[in-house]
């Protein structure tokens, strides 16, 4: 099993920053692909941006492009999410995800491919 926690979530002001990261501890060497999904209240849990495990791949939503950058450190076991130009719509609960081998192959944005998921931070943008 693998075990995912969140920190870094918070209030900031719009076109403000914040930084995301993730720890996973357990069987942590079977993962591959890490990634961030988000919920915003009444809509669906959306993907994020996702990095494959050599970091050499990286996937993100049109909605976050050019603002957001997932980084990932393998000997810290960590996943980060830097979050730039933050807007209101970009509030929501953000979960960190990781993937075991199982699905390698399967698109990074496909929330079913995910077998470990975190519990969660709360990220609000204020206008």
């Known amino acids: 099993q693998v075990q995912l926690v969140e920190s870094g979530g918070g209030l900031v002001q719009s076109g403000g920053s914040l930084r995301l990261s993730c720890a996973a501890s357990?069987?942590?060497?079977?993962?591959?692909?890490k990634g961030w999904f988000r919920q915003a209240p009444g809509k669906e849990r959306e993907f994020v941006a996702a990095?494959?495990?050599?970091?050499?791949?990286?996937n993100y939503a049109d909605a976050v492009k050019g603002r957001f950058t997932v980084s990932r450190d393998n000997a810290k076991n960590t996943v980060d999410l830097q979050m730039n130009s933050l807007k209101p719509e970009d509030t929501a609960v953000y979960y960190c995800?990781?993937?075991?081998?199982?699905?390698?192959?399967?698109?990074?944005?496909?929330?079913?491919?995910?077998?470990?998921w975190g519990q969660g931070t709360q990220v609000t943008v204020s206008s």
């Open positions: 995800v990781a993937r075991s081998g199982t699905y390698v192959g399967r698109p990074m944005n496909d929330r079913t491919s995910y077998d470990y």
């Open positions: 990095i494959s495990r050599t970091g050499g791949t990286t």
């Open positions: 357990g069987r942590a060497f079977g993962i591959y692909t």
